[in-house]
């Protein structure tokens, strides 16, 4: 294996569900936002109703605190305009979890002899749950641990401190094991369907888009001759089939057609993949801006995303094809590298901004899994997007 495909299967590796999947991780966030509310709200009645220890009010309202500051964390980046969930975020979040343990034990420091209202053991198994979709197995596997073994030490000092008929060594392992079992769970999950879904993207690159676009082409190159043929030379044929002398006008004639025939045989092999799309689905090739064919250095992934959202676009009921606009170019911004390609999309839309999310919001979120500088501006009656990637 070249170093090139070492790094391209580590790559692939370390891909989350979020990536490979970003429709299914943004239907499963209300999950994540749902175990956050939940475990925010049985803290908070739990601190104030169901103590059997007296403890520091104050630090029960700090573990509130930090759960929420948690929750707030995975809900922020978890959208799907944030994607992917940085490492950053999920750090954060493990470390605030940690912190609302230890929080939790010290607040209610003493014989405290009601498991029930532990609640911290099993938040920090949740919290794992969580953030599954959106990192990959290694990270979930490190971060489940190390909050395993905070439970662990937490529950076991105040066992040790205040003993009771459990050893201490049971009420660590106790206190550890919600999380170590959800976080045994969460690592399967990611890492069978990452694995999962790159057997099948490996299976479906056998027909490449890039063939699919190509096949696409010379179809609409061949219709393209069959109509020049139906419409032009048959005729002028038959005409001269009839004629008993040809004329210098007939002369001028076969010249004109054969000239148009040059003409487009030079457009058609100098037609992209994007060019095609656009104009396959209403757009016409004068809308695209691409003078030195940059938008044919996408990738396959690549492609595959901006054509499904063309397809999407130029075809909903409120846009208007023929006012659609594409600039690409070279980027520009100061210290971009000369491969950085920048894409433009523009697109009048005859819909509010809500509708215009509320229809698009799903591509949105899939542009931004592929591309993670998209910036998208959501106007009354327009829609414009930019975006960059590196040429392939």
Known sequence: MSR???????????????????????GSRPLAVLLGAAGILWALLVSVFDRDVVGSPT????????????????????????????????????????????????????????????????LTATGIVMVAPYRPWRDLAVGGIVLAAVDAAAWGIAAA?????VPTAVAAFLAAAPTLVLTGASVVFAWTF????????????????????????AASVQQDRSVVLSRDVAPFLTELRTSEVITDADRARARAIADGIRRAMVADADRTWFEYAVTVDGGSVESVDDPDGLVATLDTDQRTVVRTFLRAALGAATVDPARFRAVVRRAEEPGSPPERVEVRLELAVDDSDVGIHRTFDPYFAVLRVTFPDLDVAVRPSSLALRFSYDQH
């Open 4 to 26: 090139v495909d070492a790094v391209r299967a580590a790559v692939r590796s370390a891909r989350t569900a979020q990536q490979w999947d970003p429709l299914g991780a943004m």
């Open 59 to 122: 630090l029960s309202a700090l573990t509130v605190l930090l759960l929420a500051a948690s929750a707030a964390v995975v809900v922020t980046a978890s959208s799907p305009f944030r994607a992917p969930f940085p490492r950053w975020a999920y750090v954060l979040h493990v470390v605030l979890l940690g912190a609302a343990t230890i929080a939790s034990v010290a607040a209610q420091w003493g014989p405290d002899r009601n498991a029930m209202n532990d609640f911290m053991s099993v």
């Open 161 to 165: 401190e205040f003993p009771h008929q």
């Open 194 to 217: 990452g694995g999962l879904a790159e057997r099948v993207q490996i299976r479906a690159g056998s027909y490449s888009v890039a063939r699919a676009e190509r096949d696409g082409i």
